[in-house]
T-cell receptor, first 112, second 115 residues
Framework: DTAVSQTPKYLVTQMGNDKSIKCEQNLGHDTMYWYKQDSKKFLKIMFS???????INETVPNRFSPKSPDKAHLNLHINSLELGDSAVYFC???????????FGPGTRLTVT | GNSVTQMEGPVTLSEEAFLTINCTYTATGYPSLFWYVQYPGEGLQLLLKATKADDKGSNKGFEATYRKETTSFHLEKGSVQVSDSAVYFCALSDLGSSNTGKLIFGQGTTLQVKP
């Protein structure tokens, strides 16, 4: 009965590779988000989709591309991985933009 | 732009001590305010929220009051336990300038409770 799930939980890869992280929510929410948490625990929004429409695209390198095939899924694809992409990536969802957000367990990405 | 500032950590307390973690914000409009908690190796869990001035959010013995006049949302607990050791994040929902609902987080405050 997991509310927001992410796969994989851990991802170790080499520089230059392309990887994807998947997120699914079974809460029936309309809005989904990707956040990045750096090594100092600082959290920053990356993207958001509302009903499959992109509504937030912060200053993120275009190597990062989100995709929302339906309301319940939001995936993150990263091309040409760099050392600085190492972080924990969190997916979140909410009923609408005014409400609290529910977070997934995170994906720890390590680029070597 | 909108921002959130939390007190620097780590905060180290003995069990049953009183906890305050300060949080102040800068925002246009009237954002909703949240406290999230992150236990080691886990994701963020919503601890409590307040959606308008003078609202008090509470959960699991934690409380925070939305103070518009001082733009603050300080987290308090009367008697902490070892199991409260975690990182606490204050956040606001950006519904003013951009109306996207994105959360803007403070830098997080690490709480360590010793038996």
């Amino acid at each position: 009965d997991t509310a927001v799930s992410q796969t994989p939980k851990y991802l170790v890869t080499q520089m230059g590779n392309d990887k994807s992280i998947k997120c699914e929510q079974n809460l029936g929410h309309d809005t989904m988000y990707w956040y990045k948490q750096d090594s100092k625990k600082f959290l920053k929004i990356m993207f958001s989709y509302n009903n499959k429409e992109l509504i937030i695209n912060e200053t993120v390198p275009n190597r990062f591309s989100p995709k929302s095939p339906d309301k319940a899924h939001l995936n993150l694809h990263i091309n040409s991985l760099e050392l600085g992409d190492s972080a924990v990536y969190f997916c979140a969802s909410s009923t609408d933009r005014a409400r609290e957000q529910y977070f997934g367990p995170g994906t720890r990405l390590t680029v070597t | 732009g909108n921002s959130v500032t939390q007190m620097e950590g780590p905060v180290t307390l003995s069990e049953e001590a009183f906890l305050t973690i300060n949080c102040t914000y800068t925002a246009t409009g009237y954002p909703s305010l949240f406290w999230y908690v992150q236990y080691p190796g886990e994701g963020l869990q919503l601890l409590l929220k307040a959606t308008k001035a003078d609202d008090k959010g509470s959960n699991k013995g934690f409380e925070a009051t939305y103070r518009k006049e001082t733009t603050s949302f300080h987290l308090e607990k009367g008697s902490v336990q070892v199991s409260d050791s975690a990182v606490y994040f204050c956040a606001l929902s950006d519904l003013g300038s951009s109306n996207t609902g994105k959360l803007i987080f403070g830098q997080g405050t690490t709480l360590q409770v010793k038996p």
